[in-house]
């Protein structure tokens, strides 16, 4: 583990990716029990985007086989000699899709109820889960009580006020934004000395 005294150093020993689509059930409080407990694991969000078409590359055979069945979309596949084959296919997530819309809350559930802000990471997995063009809007939905409230309720329905209260009402600052959108997803690299800071040294020196 990094003994550094810098702030902006790593110091974690374990990363969780894209930690929306782990709790298909939407319970993520084990999960953030466990990052709140533990200073060792952070995560990023891999938030969903509602586009058209998302473009997916993936060597997860079992992923390709879930969405053949429900996407019903030209998979390319490519199989050489090495571990694993590589398949391209299209997808699209849907607001009235049950596990798209857990999916989608998930990551505000994890931003907004882990603590320490410096332990999560905003994503979109581009292109596989979203669009670049889309975060504006995630960032928006974070920031503001209102916008969320408006925009979960044209998700499925499934997604009650009382399964998810305990995202209503709190926002992020812009404080937090530029944490978890700079300064933590560079220190979660190992390079927090040299990006998503204004420090002395860094890229963005002032």
């Not at 398949?87 to 049950?98: N, V």
């Not at 978890?180 to 040299?194: D, E, M, N, Q, V």
Request: hydrophobic share 40%; charged share 25%; proline share 3%.
């Amino acid at each position: 583990k990094n003994n550094e005294s810098n702030e902006l150093a790593r110091d974690h020993l374990l990363h969780i990716a894209h930690g929306a689509l782990y709790n298909v059930d939407g319970d993520n409080s084990n999960l953030i029990n466990a990052v709140n407990q533990s200073q060792d694991l952070d995560l990023d969000l891999g938030m969903i985007g509602f586009n058209e078409i998302n473009p997916v590359m993936t060597s997860d055979r079992r992923l390709i086989n879930l969405l053949e069945k429900e996407n019903q979309m030209p998979v390319i596949k490519s199989a050489v000699e090495e571990e694993g084959d590589q398949f391209c296919t299209l997808r699209t997530f849907s607001k009235t899709t049950e596990l798209h819309s857990i999916f989608f809350v998930n990551a505000i559930d994890l931003a907004l109820n882990i603590q320490n802000k410096w332990q999560v990471q905003f994503s979109v997995n581009y292109p596989n889960h979203g669009d670049v063009n889309d975060i504006p809007t995630l960032i928006g939905i974070l920031m503001s009580a209102d916008v969320r409230k408006k925009f979960l309720e044209k998700l499925h329905p499934i997604l009650s006020e009382e399964k998810f209260s305990n995202i209503h009402d709190k926002e992020f600052n812009f404080n937090e934004i530029v944490i978890l959108t700079r300064a933590s997803p560079a220190k979660s690299l190992g390079i927090g000395k040299i990006k998503g800071n204004l420090g002395v040294g860094a890229d963005g020196d002032v």
